[in-house]
């Protein structure tokens, strides 16, 4: 548990120092293209668990 939550911490980091860089070099394009890329990994997380879940239940 311990490692998933370094994990997260460590891409919240990297989404905060994007964003800054995003927000200071390319505006509304930034937040644009790092809202897309959100919505990509979180359609990707939750498909990712749907599918392990799915998989626990069959056994």
Do not use: E, P
Not at 41 to 55: N, T
């Amino acid at each position: 548990m311990s490692d998933l939550s370094q994990v997260g911490a460590f891409i919240l980091n990297v989404f905060v120092t994007l964003w800054d860089l995003l927000i200071n070099k390319a505006g509304w394009l930034g937040i644009a293209l790092i809202g897309f890329v959100v919505i990509r990994i979180v359609i990707f997380a939750v498909s990712f668990l749907l599918s392990h879940r799915g998989i626990d239940n069959k056994s």
